[in-house]
């Protein structure tokens, strides 16, 4: 089990709902597909503070990961 790995491809996961999210405000688009002239924003808000708790859940998920390597390489010395 690679936990920087796994870190990674949550920062990747986040990184695409984010994207997905912005170019739903920018243009309009629907969770759905549907395109209309209004935007729900307390979806999309909610889809951005998601996209936020993944990078930081990861992030330290990455942290963690690294104090284990450092550790483990401590304890081979």
């Known amino acids: 089990m690679d936990l920087s790995a796994i870190a990674l491809q949550g920062l990747e996961q986040a990184q695409i709902q984010l ?8 243009s309009g688009e629907a969770p759905d597909g549907a395109t209309s002239d209004t935007v729900d924003l307390s ?13 930081s859940a990861n ?8 104090e284990i390597e450092k550790n483990v390489i401590d304890l081979m010395a």
Do not use: G, P, W, Y
């Open 19 to 26: 994207e997905k999210t912005a170019t739903r405000l920018a």
């Open 43 to 55: 979806a999309e808000m909610v889809a951005l503070l998601s996209a936020k708790n993944q990078f």
């Open 59 to 66: 992030l330290s998920t990455l942290k963690i990961a690294d």
